[in-house]
């Protein structure tokens, strides 16, 4: 038996080709689906919001995150989508993060963390930012009622003076005890950041792989490729035939690369 059997070569290249060809345009449109519908946004914002609750989906709103600037399908230009937000890496969201609490738990996170830094440096003597957090009690005791954030002021000060000692104040503690009773979902993005990104990436591939299957078969279906016709030719081919002609095509291949 020859090599060079035209009817199942003919066969081979044709289903090769085509497959090849269906490979291509599938990418193709694939990669113009994913930048028109934001799909690596979309895939972002759902893995957020199931690792870290309905409070992580504030920062897709407009104007709380950074105006980002990214490439189109192609790669030709840039593009400015409003609010459309890419995976950030742990600082960059745990900013975002706070960017989306009230006034009153960003001033306490800011006052705390001067506190801390205070400490750091002069963990033996009171410091001039000790002052900052006397003010922060008695703005928050004197919030009025009725005014927005009141709830959170009046929280927040009868968190901080239930577990405050003028002469012996453990701000470190403190601050890691008011973000785990006020900001669980920033602490959860903070410490379970490399689970929140496998959770991310692996959405990302089953909506991709799930829009290439379709993709394919309605490119196939409007074409009307002739997958049939294909395998009938192919199946028509003894198949002693088919593995010797396979056998041969891998011998030759193999001696072309020697």
Same mark, same amino acid.
């Given at each position: ?88 890496? #742990?600082?960059?969201? $745990?900013?975002?993060?706070? /960017? !989306?609490? =009230? +006034?009153?738990? &960003?001033?306490?996170? #800011?006052?705390?963390? $001067?506190?801390?830094?205070? /400490? !750091?440096? =002069? +963990?033996?003597? &009171? ?132």
């Amino acid at each position: 038996m020859s090599f060079l059997d035209q009817s199942l070569l003919s066969t081979i290249a044709a289903l090769v080709a085509t497959f090849l060809a269906l490979s291509l345009l599938v990418q193709i449109v694939q990669e113009v689906y994913k930048f028109t519908s934001s799909s690596q946004a979309r895939a972002y914002e759902m893995a957020l919001v199931d690792f870290l609750g309905p409070w992580s989906r504030r920062i897709f709103e407009t104007g709380v995150a950074s105006d980002l600037k990214f490439r189109g399908p192609f790669q030709f230009l840039k593009i400015r989508p409003p609010s459309k937000l890419l995976p950030m890496e #742990r600082d960059e969201l $745990l900013a975002a993060l706070e /960017r !989306t609490l =009230s +006034p009153w738990h &960003r001033e306490t996170l #800011r006052v705390l963390r $001067l506190e801390v830094a205070a /400490r !750091t440096a =002069s +963990p033996d003597s &009171r410091t001039p930012h000790t002052q900052e957090f006397t003010q922060l009690l008695a703005k928050l005791q004197n919030a009025q009622a009725g005014a927005p954030g009141y709830q959170s002021a009046r929280d927040i000060h009868a968190f901080l003076t239930k577990r405050t000692d003028d002469s012996h104040l453990d701000v470190k503690a403190l601050l890691t005890a008011y973000s785990e009773e006020f900001l669980p979902h920033v602490v959860r993005a903070a410490d379970n950041y490399p689970q929140l990104m496998r959770n991310f990436e692996h959405t990302y591939r089953r909506r991709n792989l799930r829009h290439t299957f379709i993709i394919a078969f309605l490119l196939a279906m409007a074409f009307e490729l002739p997958f049939g016709r294909l395998y009938q030719e192919a199946r028509g081919t003894p198949s002693a035939q088919a593995w010797a002609a396979l056998a041969e095509a891998q011998a030759a291949f193999a001696q072309s690369q020697d």
